[in-house]
């Protein structure tokens, strides 16, 4: 016979070590959604942040083996 409802134990299938610790109204030290929205902000900056910096040193190498700056920039026409 099927079930009717669903298992309400969310931790079931994992070992106690990395279950959550239960307060009065629910699990402890789980990070907050804001504090999660924060982080996805964060992270989304230092990506870019990375990704810029990468760019920004090849672009400098290829400088310096080129004599040219690139993009049709600095070229004598």
């Given amino acids: 016979m099927p079930k009717v409802f669903s298992n309400l134990n969310l931790n079931a299938g994992t070992p106690p070590r990395v279950q959550p610790n239960l307060g009065e109204w629910g699990p402890g030290m789980v990070p907050t959604t804001r504090s999660k929205r924060r982080m996805r902000i964060w992270v989304g ?33």
């Fill in 45 to 77: 900056l230092a990506l870019f942040g990375a990704l810029l910096a990468c760019f920004l040193l090849g672009w400098y190498v290829y400088y310096l083996m080129t004599g040219s700056f690139g993009f049709g920039l600095g070229d004598q026409g």
